[in-house]
């Protein structure tokens, strides 16, 4: 009796594969199936937002920020000088 060992190597490499693709799609549905419940019985909060809060960005900081960007850009082209 003659054993073809490219044949059975071949026969499990393909059994192996298939294994783990039928993992893989196990647990991908298992992971789904978690998402679902985890929403279902723990639903996400929306973050309450304050009604009267005064927007944070405004024309005065915009100008501070580009005053201290030009400031810094101006002290390293003079300290690398």
């Given amino acids: 009796m003659e054993i073809n060992i490219v044949g059975e190597a071949l026969k499990f490499m ?47 900081d915009d100008a501070h920020h580009v005053a201290a960007i030009v400031a810094a850009v101006a002290e390293f082209r003079k300290n690398k000088s």
């Fill in 14 to 60: 393909v059994l192996g594969m298939l294994i783990v693709f039928v993992f893989l799609i196990v647990l991908v549905q298992v992971m789904k199936l978690q998402a679902k419940l985890i929403n279902k019985y723990f639903p996400e909060k929306a973050p309450e937002v304050p009604a009267s809060a005064p927007s944070p960005s405004t024309a005065q």
